[in-house]
T-cell receptor, first 114, second 113 residues
């Protein structure tokens, strides 16, 4: 069975600075996807970034980038130039290539301070 | 593209009552997923459909839970004889098979008193 672990329950960062959220996972599958989702307070889940396991190049979406270490089963999210609107709970998720179902971590609450 | 919608957004019910939630996926999406999220936790997979076929159910989905997706469009999730432990946010997501990005609805928050 797949597991996803986020070891940082809460983090804070000053506006305009950079923050990195950690995630590790465990799987025996060779083909899969990894995701970071953002859930603002009382709002719906939003897809931030996706990484295909077969790609060596780290995914980047504007201010968001990942550090994917397949051998170490590590998948961290870096947020550059943090903005107040980045305040949210962030979930790391493992996606099965067959079914697409997602296995989520426990989440990291990120507070961006002015 | 109006996104994934869920109805109702909030439901308060008494223990022992039956409740039904509805999810309307993005129109061209053939996969539909249900998750349950308790406060401060990550969502947990419940079940998913490809078109009208229910292809997988989690062990979390007891026999009091049933889900349908008639005609491969909207889906319903019914909980019979609700218990206080069923109180949670029920999330629906949809995707295109072959495209792994899932788009989530706003959720239905269930409170069982």
């Amino acid at each position: 069975a797949q597991t996803v672990t986020q070891s940082q329950p809460e983090m804070s960062v000053q506006e305009a600075e950079t923050v990195t959220l950690s995630c590790t996972y465990d799987t025996s599958e060779s083909n899969y996807y990894l995701f970071w989702y953002k859930q603002p307070p009382s709002r719906q889940m939003i897809l931030v970034i996706r990484q295909e396991a077969y790609k060596q190049q780290n995914a980047t979406e504007n201010r968001f980038s990942v550090n994917f270490q397949k051998a170490a089963k590590s998948f961290s999210l870096k947020i550059s130039d943090s903005q107040l609107g980045d305040t949210a709970m962030y979930f790391c998720a493992f996606g099965s290539s067959n079914t697409g179902k997602l296995i989520f971590g426990q989440g990291t609450t990120l507070q961006v301070k002015p | 593209d109006t996104g994934v919608s869920q109805d109702p957004r909030h439901k308060i019910t008494k223990r022992g009552q039956n409740v039904t939630f509805r999810c309307d996926p993005i129109s061209e999406h053939n996969r539909l997923y249900w998750y349950r999220q308790t406060l401060g936790q990550g969502p947990e997979f419940l079940t998913y459909f490809q078109n009208e076929a229910q292809l997988e159910k989690s062990r979390l989905l007891s026999d009091r839970f049933s889900a349908e997706r008639p005609k491969g469009s909207f889906s319903t999730l019914e909980i019979q004889r609700t218990e206080q432990g069923d109180s949670a946010m029920y999330l629906c997501a949809s995707s295109l098979s072959g495209n792994r990005d899932q788009y989530f609805g706003p959720g239905t928050r269930l409170t069982v008193t």
